[in-house]
Nanobody, 124 residues
């Protein structure tokens, strides 16, 4: 397992932007699949974006494609989620996840480590 710490959440108006960060401590990002999920009150945790180490591919949920972008800074062992054109329905707690498994983390069950979450609230 790896310790993950998210930051960057907050309150923003609809149409605005936020950038979330997820720092992996005590190890590098090498051979780590990374992902972002979110969970709104009363709803299940849902997939947002994932980076698959072995293929180098990045995957996005349809609801955020073309608005969100996942990136990484290997020198800082940190991944980012740039969120643009935010909508009220993007309001949720956002979680960072990691695994060393074979498949990308597009389901919560594929993750072996989770961050504590960061709140994102988008006002209309």
């Amino acid at each position: 397992q790896v310790r993950l710490v998210e930051s960057g959440g907050g309150l923003v108006q609809a149409g605005g932007s936020l950038r979330l960060s997820c720092a992996a401590s005590e190890r590098t990002l090498s051979n780590l699949n990374m992902a972002w999920f979110r969970q709104a009150p009363g709803k299940e945790r849902e997939f947002v974006a994932a980076f698959h180490w072995s293929s180098g591919n990045t995957y996005y949920a349809e609801s955020v494609k073309d608005r969100f972008a996942m990136s990484r800074d290997n020198t800082k062992n940190t991944v980012f989620l740039q969120m643009n054109s935010l909508k009220p329905e993007d309001t949720a707690v956002y979680y960072c996840a990691a695994s060393t498994g074979i498949v990308p983390i597009t389901r919560p069950s594929a993750a072996s480590s989770w961050g504590q979450g960061t709140q994102v609230t988008v006002s209309s």
